[in-house]
């Protein structure tokens, strides 16, 4: 029996899709798939013209870095790395210089709010803190989209209408975002909100909002 | 068996949690089936550490029974003997001897000997220059001890009659003859041709006088030796010969070896009965050869030990690597289970028991690999020794408690760093442990830590009172641990880098320094003392990388280079504690390889220098038989040969201060011809002579100097504890004539190659030993050196009558050098183990390190990190560590040799030049980080074919 079935769905730029549904239905391996972190046994997935699956490993990889950001429910931070060396790690895949790519995380660590906390390592961070460097590695490199995994799922009901905000005002510049969750408090605020029962799209409606 | 108890009483409370505790037994099975690579792992690293301490002590057991087994093959029976030059008195000997029986013995024999040469009587003459001939009734010899094969002579029939001789089958092998073969013997002038009628085993009576090389008995019928002393040809040969000797030999009760406990009571009596016959010398002789065995056997055990002991620390840092890694994957089901109820002590056991799991199976491996390593060791030194003319055949020999005794060191060595591993990472906070938050610094000392603190320091000021009692360790640890309690103290003040650093480079500073600082006080320094240097400043060495290498650490490269060493060093910068341990562990085999290969470069090195300081412009020596010595004359005669110098030798007993036992050691007499073409460097002299000519011209003439070896009198191998100065006075007994003199020393020479021994005028040496001693040794100069080994060749060739053995002085030394090259090969060898922890260990972590970062790959493999990327950084994480260990390890195993062959004379106090052996430093550093990284390739490619999304999803 397969994860996923007969998924045939489309985002757009500039969209914000929420994807919804109960716990071990295909939520994560949708998201995987389509971001080319899983492989798939039929179809095809594009991101604009570029068919994802029919490139070879390096080639995906390459294309993610390029193309693509990712928040974890786990934040899913290098522990070893300050906050300013997690966020600059996307830049330097890039070929940009330490200096240049310092700059650039610097700044994008300001935006979310941390620009007091660059050295601190993520043990010394709370997990709001940790997701929100999680969220300035994923717009660092400006990708094309943004993958989020439950990113409010490990946190309070506050932090998580704080991270929550955080995301909604990514999307607000003009980011595509797709987010998966099962909490109707974030749903609510999908431009398009698709729900995965079983494997399959059960329904992909405009916003409840 | 006091570390056989040690061994069960950590052992104990394991098995009891074991057998006893279902809930910590569950515990302790479950994590070893859940990972049995890593419990290989863990095994492989505290195995090795076992096998290294086992293989020490078989090598000891090996040459301990080899040289033993000397006392077999060339005393047999005879446990003391009675020893006369010239057979007048030996019938007065013997019936003395036999007045009444000597208690605790069961036998005595007389013989009388002579060393002759020996030749084969064909066209190609094969010849023995310095074979024994002796004349013994066998059918009394066989009876001598109640061992008729430990004689020798079981199977020999009856005593050879005029014109026959029984020959040991070492010099029949090396004669290429058998029975029926004509022999022609060389002494006092005349020859003899006897008929081989059998050849004997060369053991017992047989062996008799080989002291260790090849027995070249030859037995020939009774009154033949003084009949060939009667007809010497002219009167001066007969004068300058010495005469057939005469001697009684005893036999203790029991057999070849239990007898040996009567022999100082048995020598005692015979020495009473004896003193009526005049020039009786009574020797223990099975008790010497058994005990320089025992001596022997230990010297070689604690050199290993020594050597190994770095492997053996290396081994216990990775153990508590291994450990300290566990514990840290399992930090978050700890805490829960601290949560749910678990005491702080039954962590300690559950930890426990399963690391006792491992050490009893890595002991038990490691025993029995050591015994296998002591095995190929004792196959090496056998190659060793049968390059020399030693007939120690090194025979490979283990006893049981040896095993066990490894075994258990291993076992002791693992179980306390289990425990002490265990106790120490009980100590988490639950919350933290669950929450996997690192726990904070400390920020204040608490009563446990200060009382440690204060503990470190008396023990500190205590070693330091003793290092200046004497001991050279505690000069070198005293200070350290007063330094590292003074830096602990002030890091509890002001938390920081700054004071351990500091601390580190005070106790590096110290323990180079020292031998310069404290420099009469380092002096004589034995080995012990390096390994004790090398441990702490290893040690300082890395505590003070570990601190600060993120201040040397600088990314300037760009890009996906600028990512790769990003992501090496990240982890060994933060993980300090970890990278700290992996330095040391790899270092210290690095600096002892280094040290050894330094050490022995150099001494290969001194070689030419060797040769133009000890030869006074001559290039041969040539020895010749007692019986028959060499005339300046004829040796004039030889082609080739342009000056010589005749040598007077005896070997008398000495004594001296710090040696107060008899001891014999050779002494020469040289006449002025011994100046004409140059002098024989001296290391001191002195004060009162302004060059080393002078001091040799009055030694030539004053009868009361001498100039002796640095190594003189001296019966340890290894460091000096003792050594004759300039100045010192030394007594000469000749046990023959009884007559003594007391001798200064005028100055010291660096080795002793020809074994001169004490250096004194001819007339001084004639004067106190008269007839006993004799010219039989000559110091040949040639007309052209390179021609040294066709002119020596010529010698012995063409005055085999003489018994000539002729060896350049070049030949001798290079010899010695060879023999001394190879034994650090093999030292080197056995360090290899250690090498083997070293890069063992590194794959060890980094496998581990997959396992532990096995989310953070994927998250990097997700965010674009290319397959390539993560085997590199993986690669490179490894070449950091394995690096910068081999770095350090060079660059102080240099130092310490340095500090040992410059400034300590614990290996002697020749005169050395400092060399690097670049070659051998490539191989040592290049050749284990290649392997290194081989090790961690298989480990690295695990982690950059680690799926992303099943990594994740896991983790989630």
Known sequence: MGALRGVDLEVYPGELVVVMGPSGNGKTTLLNCLSGLDDIDAGTVFIDDFDLHAADDATRTEHRARRMGFVFQSYNLIPVFSAVENVELPLLLLGRKPAVARKMATAMLDRVGLGARLGNRPGALSGGEQQRVAIARALVASPAIVWADEPTGNLDAETAEAVLELLLEVHRDGNTLVLVTHDRDVGIWASRLVRIVNGRVAADEASLR | MIILVVALLLLAPAVFDLCRRPVLRRLAFRNLRRRPTEAMLVVLGSLLGTAIITASLVVGDTLDASVRDIARVSQGPIDEQARLVGTDHLGDLESTLRTSVIPHTDGL???????????????????????????????????????????????????????????????????????????????????????????????????????????????????????????????????????????????????????????HEVAMAMASRVTAVPGTEVTEVKHDTLDDAVRAGRNFTQLFSSIGSFAVIAGVLLLVNIFVMLSEERKTELGVLRAVGLKRRHLVRSFGAEGSIYAVVAAAVGAALGVVVGAVIALVTRGLASGSDTRVVVRFAVNASTVRDGLCAGLVISLGTIWLTSIRLASLNVIRAIRDQPEPPRRSLGRRRGTALVATLAVGIALVIAGFSGSQSALLLGPSLVIVALAWFAYSRRPGRLAPSLGALAVLVWCIGSVWIVRDRMRDAPLSTFVVDGLILVGSAVTLLVLNADLLATVSTRGKAALTARLASAYPLVRRYRTGLLLGMYSLVIFTLTFLATFSAMLSAQGPDLLASTSAGYSVVVDSSPTNPLTAETLRSVEGVSGLSIVRRGSPDFTTDWQPERLSWPMSGFDHSVLDRGVIRLQSRSPQFPDDRTVWEAVLTDPSLA????????????????????????????????????????????????????????????????????????????????????????????????????RTLRGIIDDGLSTQAGFFRLMEGFLGLGLIIGIAGLGVVMVRAVRERRRQIAMLRAIGVPVDGVRRAFLAEAGIVAVAGTLLGIGLGLITAYQVLMVSTTFGTMPLDFVVPWATLFVIAVAPLAASLVATNVPARRASLIPPAAALRIAD
């Open chain 2, 109 to 263: 024999l007389r013989a009388v000997w002579a060393p002759v040469a020996v030749a084969t009587t064909d066209a190609i003459r094969r010849a023995e220059p310095k074979a024994v001939a002796v004349e013994v009734d066998f059918d009394a010899a066989r009876q001598f001890g109640g061992d008729p094969p430990a004689t020798g002579l079981a199977n020999a029939g009856v005593t050879p009659n005029p014109g026959e001789a029984v020959i040991a089958s070492d010099l029949a092998e090396q004669l290429k003859v058998g029975p029926g073969a004509p022999l022609q013997l060389f002494a006092y002038g005349t020859s003899l041709v006897v008929t081989v009628q059998k050849v004997v085993p060369s053991v017992g009576l047989v062996g008799w006088g080989s002291d260790g090389s090849r027995a070249t008995t030859v037995f020939v019928a009774p009154g033949v030796l003084e009949a060939m002393a009667a007809s010497t040809p002219s009167a001066a040969a007969a004068a300058a010969a010495s005469p057939p000797n005469a001697v009684v030999w005893v036999s203790n009760s029991g057999g070849v070896f239990s007898g040996v406990r009567y022999s």
């Open chain 2, 707 to 806: 100039v002796v070896p640095d190594y003189f009198l001296r019966v340890n191998t290894g460091p000096v504890s003792h050594r004759l100065e300039v100045g010192d006075v030394f007594q000469v007994y000749d046990r023959l004539t009884g007559s003594t003199r007391q001798l200064k020393v005028a100055g010291v020479v660096a080795g002793d190659w020809a074994a001169y021994g004490a250096m004194v005028g001819k007339d001084s040496i004639t004067s106190l030993l008269g007839p006993a001693a004799v010219d039989n040794r000559a110091l040949v100069a040639v007309d052209k050196p390179r021609d040294a080994d066709v002119v020596a060749d010529r010698i012995t060739g063409s005055l085999l009558d003489h018994g000539a053995d002729a």
